[in-house]
T-cell receptor
């Protein structure tokens, strides 16, 4: 996970609360993304960015917001948490033709 | 839309029993196929990148191969410590989006 810092590692939220998952990188990669991983569903893309100021939706974007004001940071915001958002979240970075690097993951529980 | 299908979903092997994991894919303009290993409670760990049909990569007991439609991860004489979930992903198109398969859970019995 060198070069990708994802926080927090664990979080418990109540339904309706908001929070931000942080992702920071020092590898100067243009591509940053957020995935959620659920049993039986695999890794599903939430949002991604190909550079500062550019973001786009992935497969499961509803209930999440992102912004990319700098190359280094790509926060994921949960606007009003729901139990269906209980999952493990990964920040993933990479360049066009290289492997992807994963953050350590955030285990989120919404009660 | 890019798609990745991995099979079987789960595989149980006896120590020393060689086998192969399959990753079938459809992608617009392949820019790379990746294999990862994931242990319980941890993030995926990078294993291999393959870029073009015919390419092969090896690391210890693992060997990855690539055709135009699928990739195989061959495991030779596996050991219990090879037990993990193995993920396949493709990157394609102009936006470099990564698409993952659901993974194959490998269990190696001593």
């Amino acid at each position: 996970n060198a070069g990708v810092t994802q926080t927090p590692k664990f979080q418990v939220l109540k339904t309706g609360q908001s929070m931000t998952l942080q992702c920071a990188q020092d590898m100067n990669h243009e591509y940053m993304s957020w995935y959620r991983q659920d049993p039986g569903m695999g890794l599903r893309l939430i949002h991604y960015s190909v550079g500062a100021g550019i973001t786009d939706q992935g497969e499961v974007p509803n209930g999440y917001n992102v912004s990319r004001s700098t190359t280094e940071d790509f926060p994921l915001r949960l606007l009003s948490a729901a139990p269906s958002q209980t999952s493990v979240y990964f920040c993933v970075i990479g360049a066009a033709n290289t492997e992807a690097f994963f953050g350590q993951g955030t285990r989120l529980t919404v009660v | 839309e890019d798609q990745v299908t991995q099979s079987p979903e789960a595989l149980r092997l006896q120590e020393g029993e060689s086998s192969s994991l399959n990753c079938s894919y459809t992608v617009s303009g392949l820019r790379g196929l990746f294999w990862y290993r994931q242990d319980p409670g941890k993030g995926p760990e990078f294993l291999f990148t393959l870029y073009s049909a015919g390419e092969e990569k090896e690391k210890e007991r693992l060997k990855a191969t690539l055709t135009k439609k699928e990739s195989f991860l061959h495991i030779t004489a596996p050991k219990p410590e090879d037990s993990a979930t193995y993920l396949c992903a493709v990157r394609g198109g102009a936006n470099s989006k990564l698409t993952f398969g659901k993974g194959i859970t490998l269990s190696v019995r001593p």
